[in-house]
Nanobody
Framework: QVQLVESGGGLVQAGGSLRLSCAAS????????MGWFRQAPGKEREFVAG????????HYLDSVKGRFTISRDNAKNTVYLQMNSLEPEDTAVYYC?????????????????WGQGTQVTVSS
């Protein structure tokens, strides 16, 4: 049974930082492209960041480039999202996802497994 469990969300002031973690079980994460998505109230889910199976390639939503960093530790079956200089517009539920294909993609429907999400709230 595949499980992705996110942690690290919370309430932070604008300009602050959070580090999200996604622990995977029931799969070998090195065989999966991993991604982070987010969904704000009343909005569609959007791609935030993705990382290739080896970790050598990454891709980001334009609005988070230079502020967020995705990384992975395949030995720990864990992927991270370091979020700095947070803005109120970053407030959302953040989801971790795993894609069994070899191509890094921002398309949510390409991802096979999803976590339950963790809330990130940025106050102004």
């Amino acid at each position: 049974q595949v499980q992705l469990v996110e942690s690290g969300g919370g309430l932070v002031q604008a300009g602050g930082s959070l580090r999200l973690s996604c622990a995977a079980s029931g799969l070998t994460s090195s065989n999966y492209v991993m991604g982070w998505f987010r969904q704000a109230p009343g909005k569609e889910r959007e791609f935030v960041a993705g990382i290739s199976r080896s970790g050598s390639s990454t891709h980001y939503l334009d609005s988070v480039k230079g502020r967020f960093t995705i990384s992975r530790d395949n030995a720990k079956n864990t992927v991270y999202l370091q979020m700095n200089s947070l803005e109120p517009e970053d407030t959302a539920v953040y989801y971790c996802a795993a894609d069994g294909s070899s191509l890094l993609t921002a398309i949510a429907t390409r991802y096979d497994y999803w976590g339950q999400g963790t809330q990130v709230t940025v106050s102004s």
